[in-house]
């Protein structure tokens, strides 16, 4: 089993940053995906930032292209996102999941909440115009 702890969201003033962490525990030797999904009140669960180890490749929702970064350090299965030039519309719930022994996808698999079992409890990240 896997455990996931998300750390470092809070509040911010749009156009400000956050680093979002997410470390993990239990067996994971095999996890090769691991993603950040975001739920604003009311809204669906949207897959943000991906990052499948297997292949090095990142995929992002066109929302955070060019403004947020994901990163895997994969010896530790630590999962980070680097999120700047925030907008109110960022903000939400915001929820790391990995995934074992992932077969390769598409960009838009890569995204869908579906693919993963592991998840996290979730961090509130809140950014004010």
């Known amino acids: 089993q896997v455990q996931l702890v998300e750390s470092g969201g809070g509040s911010v003033q749009a156009g400000g940053s956050l680093r979002l962490s997410c470390a993990t525990s239990g067996n994971t030797r095999d996890i090769n995906l691991m993603g950040w999904f975001r739920q604003a009140p009311g809204k669906e669960r949207e897959g943000i930032a991906t990052?499948?180890?297997?292949?090095?490749?990142?995929y992002y929702a066109d929302s955070v292209k060019g403004r947020f970064t994901v990163s895997l350090d994969n010896s530790q299965k630590t999962l980070f996102l680097q999120m700047n030039s925030l907008e109110p519309a960022d903000s939400g719930m915001y929820y790391c999941?990995?995934?074992?022994?992932?077969?390769?996808?598409?960009?838009?698999?890569?995204?869908?909440?579906?693919?993963?079992?592991?998840w996290g409890q979730g961090i509130q990240v809140t950014v004010s115009s």
């Open positions: 999941a990995a995934e074992e022994r992932a077969p390769p996808m598409t960009a838009r698999q890569a995204l869908s909440a579906n693919l993963f079992r592991n």
């Open positions: 990052f499948y180890a297997t292949t090095g490749k990142s």
